[in-house]
């Protein structure tokens, strides 16, 4: 494998950190600064579909994002209505396929309605790559939500990993190889609890709306010099 091979991990997730912190760096209201991420998250999909990357997952809207003002809580509702609708045939140009994890049923009905179309509008079976919106998220209720499907189900044979994973919001998406979090904050924030057990994290001093290019090839660079064990030891290794 060539180290150009090497630097593009499969899955990349990014915890989009810092919108806030650039908008009252600029004295700007917090709106502004999710804005600005929001154009940072157009050009970053393209890189990295432009990289090869086959999954990117963005941590977009936690469950603990709830807890923030009202008004910064409506302003992100609208801004999802807005991307929903501008962005849906832009992604499909690019055959780019969206889907959602997340308790989304917690949504206003409308925005529930636009994210199933625009996760219908991209549903390729083929796609060029896959974008991942985890949106009403957290790594602890999908895996509280996980528990409460086996019960209501009955399962009555042994759980291991393999079947477990069955009942997590997306099975069928790979584990993240490469986690990136923006703004200097060095912490998963209850991200792919499950799935982030042998992912590499990378922390990038940016915030995000200043995440650029250059700095998702910085994160590449850094993931194509790791070596992954997977706790493994090989001879010679430590």
């Known amino acids: ?20 912190r650039w908008a009252r760096k600029r004295m700007l209201p917090r709106i502004l600064g999710h804005r600005a991420g929001a154009s940072a998250l ?10 090869g990357i086959r999954y990117l997952s963005i941590y977009a809207f936690s469950t603990e994002n709830w807890k923030r003002p009202k008004t ?8 999802f209505r807005s991307y929903a609708r501008r962005k849906v045939q832009e992604l499909a140009k690019e055959n780019v396929r969206l889907r959602i994890a997340g308790r989304i049923d917690l949504f206003p009905q409308d925005l529930r309605d636009l994210l199933e ?19 009403n998220y957290g ?3 999908e895996i509280l ?4 499907r086996i019960r209501e189900e009955g399962y009555d044979r042994e759980l291991d990993e393999e079947a477990f994973r069955r009942y997590l919001y997306l099975p069928d998406i790979p584990d993240p190889d490469l986690i ?3 703004s200097g904050e060095m912490r998963l924030s209850n991200f792919w609890l499950w799935q982030a057990s042998y992912s590499e994290l990378y922390f990038s001093e940016s915030l995000w709306p200043d995440f ?3 700095e998702l090839d910085k994160a590449l660079s850094a993931f194509s010099k790791r070596e992954r064990r997977y706790g493994n030891v090989q001879l010679g290794t430590s």
Do not use: W
Not at 7 to 16: E, K, L, R, T
Not at 42 to 51: H, K, L, M, Q, S
Not at 72 to 79: N, P, T
Not at 117 to 135: D, G, H, V, W
């Open 1 to 20: 494998m060539t180290r150009e091979e090497k630097s593009v991990p499969v899955h990349c997730a990014i915890i989009m950190d810092g919108n806030g």
């Open 42 to 51: 157009v050009r970053i999909v393209r890189a990295a579909a432009e990289r």
């Open 72 to 79: 910064e809580v409506l302003g992100l509702m609208a801004l």
């Open 117 to 135: 179309y625009a996760q219908k509008e991209t549903s390729f079976e083929n796609p060029r790559m896959t974008l991942i919106a985890c949106l």
């Open 139 to 141: 790594g602890r209720q």
């Open 145 to 148: 939500d996980a528990f409460r």
């Open 180 to 182: 990136i979090r923006t």
């Open 212 to 214: 650029d290019e250059n």
